[in-house]
């Protein structure tokens, strides 16, 4: 399979904190990486290098064969969920999907086909401000896929929403994967890990990669260990 993220030794400080020393990852077309660690162990940062929103220290980052540094042209190819609400807020749902759809060169096909997949049909009304968790990550994700992008990089994709919601999004994902898209996946809910390929566990500027079922064992192990922390699975 294509190689759609390749990065090389990727360093990022902030200040005199060195939050990404040396990354080095590979991530495949159809593959869905899981980036797991604590609060503030880095994957933000990551992925907004990973999607061109942040500059990095050192290192070399490929986005469907193009060194990001370069060119911004490797964004055609992305889709892009954030931890925080980043949609249009005084528009509603049928308006935001529009905009982003005339800036993305999607068409009404498009649009309609994932109204229609991610369940939208009856929040479109709804202005985006007031919406519930659950649909407005519906919401977001449509819009992240109106360009049918290569690579989806999501923050946090679906913790603290409804369930209903959250299977439509997994499903969605499972489709997305499937047709031979890439997803990184930022997580900080270890009960999440099961639904990735693969897991990078950040920790102290480091990346570690484990199955998901043993990523989920350390885990578990290192709650119940005398200096654990957390209990619910989160990070
Ligand atoms: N603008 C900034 N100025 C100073 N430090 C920052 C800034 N942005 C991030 N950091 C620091 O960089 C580190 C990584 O933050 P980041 O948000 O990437 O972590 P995270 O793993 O995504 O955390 P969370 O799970 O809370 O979202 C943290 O120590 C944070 O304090």
Not at 60 to 77: H, L, N, P, S, W
Not at 161 to 174: N, Q
């Amino acid at each position: 399979m294509e190689t759609i993220v390749a990065v090389k030794d990727l360093t990022q400080k902030i200040g005199r904190k060195t939050v990404l020393d040396g990354l080095t990852l590979e991530v495949r077309a159809g593959e869905c990486l899981g980036i797991f660690g604590m609060k503030g162990s880095g994957k933000t940062a990551l992925l907004h290098i990973l999607a061109g929103i942040d500059r990095f220290t050192s290192g070399k980052v490929e986005v469907a064969g193009i060194d990001i540094r370069r060119t911004e042209k490797f964004k055609i190819y992305l889709g892009l969920v954030t931890q925080e609400r980043s949609l249009f807020q005084d528009l509603n749902a049928a308006e935001n999907l529009d905009f982003i759809a005339a800036l993305k060169n999607a068409g009404r096909d498009n649009i309609d086909r994932l109204i229609e997949r991610l369940e939208l049909g009856e929040v479109l009304n709804q202005p985006v401000g007031h919406m519930e968790a659950g649909p407005y990550q519906r919401l977001a994700l449509a819009c992240a896929l109106l360009n049918n992008p290569r690579l989806l990089i999501a923050d946090e994709l679906i913790g603290a929403i409804d369930l209903y919601s959250r299977r439509i999004i997994l499903r969605e994902l499972e489709t997305f994967l499937a047709g031979g898209g890439t997803c990184i996946w930022a997580l900080s809910n270890a009960e999440f890990m099961r639904h990735v390929h693969r897991v990078g566990w950040l920790e102290k500027g480091k990346i570690t990669f484990y199955p998901p079922a043993e990523a989920l064992t350390r885990w578990n192990a290192r709650l119940q260990s005398p200096a654990g922390q957390g209990g619910d699975g989160d990070a």
